[in-house]
């Protein structure tokens, strides 16, 4: 079985846009462990969003990221609204940003019959 250690810190919990603008949102990143993390960023929306997800307008900056033991960093989770989509009054949009473990060592994985890949996301949620 193959495990490693994983405590990661995230600031904020949660994200509030206004889809009337652009923006930016910086997310802080901690490694509260002693070993080195590596982390990829994806975007995901829940099965009862689906016509009211964000994702399409979401990116995060980088786009793969090392936090090394202790280490805080800081994404940037930019929202570019879409003109060609109407936000309907009201109306709750929503998807979340998930961090995914990367192994650090392939090999180490080879040898091991399980692997458990850990991930933690946030929700982003925003009104028109």
């Known amino acids: 079985m193959y495990s490693r250690e994983f405590n990661i810190s995230i ?3 949660k994200i509030e846009l206004d889809l009337n603008k652009d923006s930016i949102t910086d997310i802080h ?3 509260n462990g002693e070993k080195t993390i590596k982390l990829i960023p994806y975007f995901e929306t829940p099965l009862e969003f689906q016509n009211k997800g ?3 307008m979401l990116q995060c900056y980088p786009k793969f990221i ?3 033991a202790k280490e805080i960093k800081v994404i940037k989770l930019s929202f570019q609204k879409n ?3 109407i936000f309907e009054k009201d109306e709750l949009y929503k998807s979340y940003i998930i961090f995914k473990e990367l192994p ?3 090999k180490e994985i ?4 399980i692997v458990i890949v850990n991930e933690v996301g946030i929700s982003i949620t925003g009104r028109n």
Request: charged letters at 20%; zero cysteines.
């Open 104 to 106: 650090n060592n392939s």
């Open 110 to 113: 080879l040898e091991n019959s």
């Open 29 to 31: 990143l901690i490694n």
């Open 54 to 56: 964000l994702d399409s």
């Open 11 to 13: 600031n904020p919990t």
């Open 83 to 85: 003109n060609n989509k």
């Open 66 to 68: 090392t936090l090394e």
